[in-house]
């Protein structure tokens, strides 16, 4: 049987960790290629209804990638970045998303490495959980 | 085995059908309730002080109820202009409720919706002039607008929250409420006439209904200082006791052949199909109300429940008419309450409501006198106040047995009198109305 | 002008929106001098034989939510007996409150007992989840709200039955509606599929209660909190969906001192309630640390269960959608 391959979606801002994931390439670190990336202004401006329709549409994972708090080129933006996770975080898992597959992360544009550490990881962790099924998709339990 | 259905059921609350098997020895009635409501599963894990709100989609009675569930739970006494605001609201609901059940009485003997035009072409001499359908209709909009004055929305309130009512009633419409409360005394009188001394004693519309008796059975209900009583078949009182005990004595059992459970004694018979073993079996509502020999407070209600027993005899009764006639005596009695309860001195104080500040149980019952008849909720929370179970004993439940055998005798009696399909459903619809 | 036919159901719901059908019709405008009422089973006794035949109706307001095989046959049988379908109250336009059971498990509770004796009747079988009437059927036209505040039922009837030259339709102002809406009341012209009989802004834009920057430190359960009767009720720290909810009921809840719980389904731009809520709640979160943001999220207790309370099986984006093993052809009748 094919080993599971999970599609992860990952917002990477601009200034920081789009640079990251670039740098992470030209370094030539081991990544590996489970991650289609969208390029965003910033992490502030990725609206939890992004995250929700990639979910919708077929993706097993969610990254959103930010500058370090206080780094942000546009002063607050990974602030309210920030402040959505939490409460992102408990609608997706009461609606059926796992932990684990929503992750928020600062990279800054210096750290390549942890770039390529954070996608692994992720890929791995997702690969353990199995391809997300939305809630109204699984087999009910016991019923016919 | 050849069954016959009757589907869908006009004027139920609930989808619902009636199922005639006719077996070589014997014929079995089934009166079925097509859907399950699941309202214990649609409560739990939701915050219990969303419930109101929730549960009003059973009928706004269960608003209230469920709010008083919540002032237990968190030991906040409501000021008595909340436990008033609730209290005429209620009244309101049960004037509604009432009216609008006679409304669908009249409208089987009347097409409501024909057009006005071709009436009289197509129906021999109406019983009573179309502009009763428009009256009833004007009164009812007006205890709706009461009931939206009261309680936020007519048909799922808003405003009774733990602890008291969300808001205040603006003085701007004190005096709109006296007003609307005097046209439902008035209309509520006038209609008692019509109705009580012309149509329920006139041999045609006798005719009409199906002489349908069911069989004595328990009734329960609640009196005005807020216990729950007990009555035998023969109308003695056997039992009382308060809301937080109606568990430990009631228990709810399923049938395979209906989704709405059935409420029974616990310790007692439950046969649905015996009558010698159904001593558990009982029923709420109106007639369970004027079953228990209570005067009423109210004069006009008073003389209308006089003139009831002067008709049909003392109670208790289990027959159709004396269904029907107990709506229009608890009409006349909700119509009085809410001139009582209008009033700005009941609905004004210094706070709508006690603030709860934490969770003081983890368990409470409530139970309330809903216009269907007794409702009672108990739900149980974690300390965070979720809902881990929501027990809801509703008018349904209890009148579920009842309305099984009403139905049962419809079908019977029509049977012997040899009538057709439609007017067979009509008999069963006639008489499952009332309850 | 041929008077138009119409039927009225109500599947799995409550009978206030059929309720609220006649009250239009009795205390607002009567439709009957446009329309005949050819098939409403809780009001005249209409049985299912009276959808046999070749006749059409033209319009169905259908109330209520799908939730067994009868209801979704009900719905299949409607629809192809009707020219127009109006799907009438949150049941039937998101799911509504039955909804919920998606969220706690409709299959998991299907505890049908199968009669043991071949005399006693069987029931309709339950679906493995609570549907919205257009996850069954395509859907002409929406009226939201749980009941469906009277205007814009009346609004729908005035559209979608009476006439260009009835005479309540030239009167009637269309205060708030969408523009297609009050001009096809006013001109006779059916609106464009699809259309939702009511606002197409958030509830806040009606609601009369006074809105400032929005910021506060503690959350509230609303058993916490008295609420100010002049402020917004999310800047005092409640949970109130009007942001992400269509406009149209005039902030009926919030005038209550009770905050919106969304029963006219999402405004026209937002994509998921339930992220618009998020979105919102956590802007007006007033604190940069990390540990702080999380206690005040962890404030918030059910929000599926909060924030699609009415839409559920429709509007909530990972749990929209039929499954695809629950079409049971064998079923439909």
């Given at each position: ?46 609206d ?91 087999p ?5 | ?23 070589s ?33 059973l ?60 009436v ?125 005990d ?62 009831f ?76 106040g ?14 579920n ?28 619809e006639?008489?499952l109305?009332?309850? | ?17 059929e309720n ?27 049985q ?6 070749d ?23 409607l629809?192809?007996?009707s ?96 523009d ?36 506060f ?12 009767p ?58 940069t ?33 039929p ?11």
């Amino acid at each position: 049987m094919n080993r599971f391959e999970p599609k992860i979606i990952a917002f990477l801002c601009n200034w920081c960790s789009y640079v990251a994931a670039d740098a992470a390439g030209v370094a030539r670190l081991t990544q590996l290629p489970n991650v289609r990336v969208i390029r965003v202004n910033c992490s502030g401006m990725v609206d939890p209804g992004y995250v929700v329709k990639a979910f919708a549409n077929g993706a097993d994972g969610v990254l959103i990638g930010g500058c370090h708090p206080g780094d942000c080129h546009y002063i607050s933006g990974n602030i309210k970045t920030l402040r959505r996770s939490f409460l992102l975080k408990s609608l997706l898992k009461e609606v059926g998303v796992e932990d684990g597959r929503f992750r928020l992360e600062w990279i800054a544009a210096s750290e390549g490495p942890r770039y390529a550490k954070v996608v692994n990881e992720m890929v791995e962790e997702i690969r353990n959980l199995g391809p997300y099924v939305p809630l109204s998709r699984r087999p009910a339990k016991g019923a016919a | 085995m050849q069954a016959t259905l009757f589907e869908p059921l006009r004027w139920q609350e609930q989808p619902s059908r009636v199922a005639v098997y006719n077996g070589s020895e014997e014929r079995n009635v089934y009166f079925q309730i097509t859907a399950p409501k699941d309202l214990g599963t649609i409560c739990q894990g939701r915050p219990v002080e969303e419930l109101p709100r929730i549960l009003s989609i059973l009928g706004p009675a269960h608003h209230i109820a469920s709010a008083v569930v919540l002032d237990r739970l968190f030991n906040a006494e409501p000021p008595p202009m909340a436990i008033n605001m609730r209290q005429a609201l209620l009244q309101t609901l049960v004037f509604t409720h009432h009216l609008r059940k006679l409304f669908f009485f009249l409208t089987s003997l009347e097409d409501p919706l024909a057009d006005r035009q071709t009436v009289g072409k197509s129906f021999g001499q109406p019983l009573f002039s179309r502009h009763l359908f428009d009256e009833i209709m004007q009164c009812l909009s007006l205890a709706q607008e009461a009931a939206t004055i009261l309680g936020g929305r007519a048909d799922h309130p808003l405003t009774a929250v733990a602890g008291g009512v969300s808001r205040y009633v603006k003085p701007a419409v004190y005096d709109r409420l006296a007003e609307i409360s005097d046209s439902c005394v008035s209309f509520a009188i006038r209609l008692t006439e019509f109705l009580g001394s012309d149509l329920f004693e006139n041999p045609e519309v006798l005719e009409s209904l199906p002489a349908v008796s069911f069989e004595p059975m328990p009734a329960l209900s609640m009196n005005d200082a807020g216990s729950i009583v007990l009555h035998d078949r023969t109308g003695q009182e056997s039992d009382r006791f308060t809301s937080d005990d109606v568990f430990d004595k009631i228990e709810l059992f399923r049938e395979p052949w209906t989704y709405e459970p059935f409420a029974c004694l616990k310790g007692k018979g439950r046969n649905v199909f015996d009558a010698n073993d159904s001593d558990g079996l009982y029923f709420v509502g109106p007639l369970a109300g004027l079953n228990a020999r209570l005067e009423l407070s109210t004069p006009y209600a008073e003389e209308e429940r006089r003139r009831f027993v002067d008709t049909l005899g003392p109670p208790p009764h289990f027959t159709l008419i004396a269904a029907y006639r107990s709506l229009l005596v608890e009409l006349v009695r909700a119509s009085e309450r809410m001139t009582g309860l209008f009033n700005p001195e009941k609905l004004t104080g210094p706070s709508t409501r006690t603030v709860p500040q934490e969770l003081q149980q983890q368990q409470a019952t409530g139970a309330v006198e809903s216009p269907q008849g007794l409702i009672v909720h108990r739900y149980r929370v974690d300390d965070r106040g979720m809902v881990e179970e929501a027990d809801i004993l509703d008018a349904a439940s209890q009148n579920n047995a009842l309305l099984c055998r009403t139905a049962r005798r419809a079908v019977e009696e029509s049977m012997n009198r040899n009538r057709s399909q439609d007017e067979t459903k009509r008999n069963i619809e006639a008489s499952l109305l009332p309850f | 002008m041929p008077k138009k036919k119409l039927a009225v159901y109500t599947a799995n719901g409550c009978r206030v929106c059929e309720n609220s059908i006649l009250d239009v019709h009795f205390q607002v405008s009567p439709f009957t001098p446009w329309a005949d009422v050819g098939f409403w089973p809780y009001l005249t006794g209409s049985q299912w034989q009276d959808l046999d035949g070749d006749h059409r109706f033209d319009l169905c307001l259908f109330a209520g939510a799908v939730r067994t095989v009868d209801d979704r046959s009900a719905a299949l049988r409607l629809r192809e007996k009707s020219r127009l379908m109006l799907a009438v109250g949150a049941c039937s336009a998101f799911g509504g409150m039955p909804g919920l059971l998606n969220l706690n498990g409709a299959a998991d509770k299907a505890d049908l007992v199968v009669p043991e004796k071949s005399a006693e009747p069987a029931l309709p079988r339950t679906e493995s989840r609570v549907s919205a009437l257009s996850d069954i059927v395509a859907v002409d036209y929406v009226v939201p709200g749980c009941p469906p505040p009277k205007n814009l039922l009346w609004a729908a009837i005035q559209a979608l039955i009476c006439p260009g030259e009835c005479t309540s339709r030239i009167s009637y102002s269309a205060s708030r509606l969408p523009d297609p809406i009050s001009q096809s009341v006013a001109s006779g012209i059916l609106p464009p599929r699809g259309s939702t009989f009511a606002g197409e802004k958030a509830v806040c834009a009606s609601c009369s209660r006074v809105k400032e920057e929005k910021k506060f430190t503690s959350v509230l359960r609303p058993y916490e909190i008295d609420p100010d009767p002049g402020r917004c009720l999310l800047e005092q720290g409640i949970l109130c969906q009007g942001v992400a909810t269509r406009e149209g009921c005039g902030g009926l809840c919030t005038a209550a001192g009770a905050p919106c719980r969304g029963c006219f389904g999402k405004a026209e731009a937002v994509f998921d309630p339930g992220a618009k809520m998020i979105s919102a709640i956590s802007s007006t979160f007033d604190s940069t640390e990390a540990a702080e943001i999380k206690t005040m999220s962890q404030g918030f207790v059910d929000l599926a269960g909060t924030l699609y309370r009415y839409t559920m099986p429709a509007q909530c984006v990972l749990l929209a959608g039929p499954a695809e093993d629950e079409i049971h052809a064998g079923d439909v009748v």
